[in-house]
């Protein structure tokens, strides 16, 4: 088989993820407004390519290679987490205030601040690999932020009720 490295094929399978990955969460997106506006059936069918969409997604990962042991996952997921915290928001945070557009830049923060949070529990998890205690995690629907155990009475980094907080099983 030819060789995957530096050829146009896996530029294509790179931007094939990043399509079929934005396409599943728009249609997942585009399911909950269908759910909304009263079209169940319409819901169903964006849920159903979005499914689709994550099978693309998926098989354009597994030519790549770029699942590999959990182990290293946690490794390019901290790297990842760190980079998106540390380099790409705060870039994001300074130009939308410099632009005035002041949506962008809480959500920008917002994710800035969580990608830091989510940094650590990759870290503690790789770190803890095989003595980790079973825990659910909670997910603050506003601002994204992640906790294990419990979530607080209030978002600490938005203000969202804790009882609002989505559970990850
Ligand atoms: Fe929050």
Redo the contacts with the bound molecule.
């Keep these: 088989m030819a060789q995957l490295q530096a050829t146009k094929t896996e530029a294509n399978l790179l931007r094939s993820f990043a399509e079929e990955a934005q396409l599943n969460r728009y249609h997942l997106a585009y399911a909950r407004q269908a759910e909304m506006e009263g079209y169940p059936q319409v819901s169903r069918l964006f849920r159903a390519i979005a499914e689709s969409a994550t099978v693309h997604a998926n098989a354009a990962l597994r030519v790549l290679g770029a699942i590999r042991d959990t182990r290293a996952n946690l490794q390019g997921a901290i790297a990842a987490e760190t980079r998106a915290g540390q380099e790409m928001y705060p870039e994001m945070v300074q130009l939308a205030d410099q632009e005035g557009i002041r949506t962008a830049r809480v959500a920008f923060d917002?994710a800035r601040q969580?990608e830091r949070i989510h940094a650590d529990l990759l870290r503690y998890s790789l770190e803890h690999l095989d003595e980790l205690p079973s825990g659910e995690y909670y997910v603050?629907?506003?601002?994204?932020?992640t906790v294990l155990g419990r979530p607080p009475d209030v978002?600490?980094?938005?203000?969202?009720p804790g009882s609002a907080w989505m559970r990850v099983v």
């Design positions: 917002y969580v603050c629907p506003v601002c994204g932020n978002c600490p980094i938005c203000g969202t």
